[in-house]
């Protein structure tokens, strides 16, 4: 556990935050012109919540979702998630956060074109430098419990919405991340294909332990969330 800062207010949810950030900001400079995308975010989500992010387009959802992800850096304030300082770091251990501590899923699935479903579940693992065959033996387990069995050898453009969002599940699961940060995952799905990803990443949740938060649009996952955090203009809006 990591030790307290002075000002730290020593409360249940502070010891056990898997996610803190205080103060967080990013802002994009276009020529003139400075662009909030998030402004002094101050967050903690504790281990095994299930966050819902919401707020209108061009709110911050994504912004923050990818600050999370270690997809990009803040432009000021600190970013902690399990114990790693990713406000701090440096490329390569940003590359080994994104291999080992988090998983990613997005709108439009981000599958690549020419490699299988199983080859695309494989990839992160196979980039973390684990054994071919562990991962392969755990890549199909994976997609038989997703019911992407019989399309193992399939290329995305072969499958339909659905089966391209449970391949991505996959991958995002198959270094076994304890953070799973999905990015409007239902948004390219009916509402029949929606419900399945939201009950499987309701079920990774409960079953599994990971603390899952969720960008949506969409009511689909309000039964299922511990939380609900609404972005307005890159800022946490409190209800009430
Ligand atoms: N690369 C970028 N360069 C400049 N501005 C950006 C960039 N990425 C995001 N922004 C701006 O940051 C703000 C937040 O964008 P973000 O994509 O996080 O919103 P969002 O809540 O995810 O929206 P949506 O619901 O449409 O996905 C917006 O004003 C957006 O235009
Ligand atoms: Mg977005």
Redesign the pocket.
């Known amino acids: 556990m990591q030790s307290l800062q002075k000002n730290d207010k020593p409360t249940a949810s502070s010891h056990a935050a898997i996610i803190r950030a205080r103060n967080l900001s990013?802002t994009?400079t276009?020529g003139e012109s400075r662009?909030?995308?998030?402004d002094a975010v101050d967050l903690e989500i504790a281990a095994g919540e299930l966050v819902l992010?919401t707020?209108?387009?061009?709110?911050?959802?994504?912004?923050?979702?990818?600050l999370l992800a270690g997809l990009d850096r803040p432009t000021a304030g600190e970013l902690t998630v399990a114990g790693r300082d990713l406000s701090q770091a440096s490329g390569a251990s940003l590359d080994d956060y994104r291999r080992h501590v988090v998983g990613m899923v997005f709108?439009s699935f981000n599958l690549m074109p020419t490699l299988d479903v199983l080859e695309n579940v494989c990839l992160p693992a196979l980039l973390a430098g684990r054994p071919m065959a562990d991962v392969r033996k755990r890549a199909t387990e994976l997609l038989g419990w997703l019911n992407l069995g019989p399309r193992l050898a399939h290329l995305p453009a072969q499958l339909s919405g659905g089966e391209m969002q449970r391949t991505a599940i996959a991958r995002a699961l198959i270094n076994d991340p304890a953070v799973i940060l999905a990015?409007?995952p239902t948004g390219n799905l009916d509402s029949r294909n929606g419900a399945v990803v939201i009950d499987l990443l309701t079920e990774l949740n409960r079953a599994s332990g990971k603390t899952i938060v969720i960008?949506t649009?969409g009511g689909l996952a309000d039964k299922a969330a511990t939380r609900r955090i609404r972005?307005g203009d890159?800022r946490i809006q409190w209800d009430g």
Do not use: F, M, N, P
């Open positions: 990013r994009y276009l662009i909030t995308g998030v992010l707020g209108v387009s061009g709110s911050g959802k994504s912004t923050l979702l990818s709108q990015d409007e960008a649009h972005l890159g």
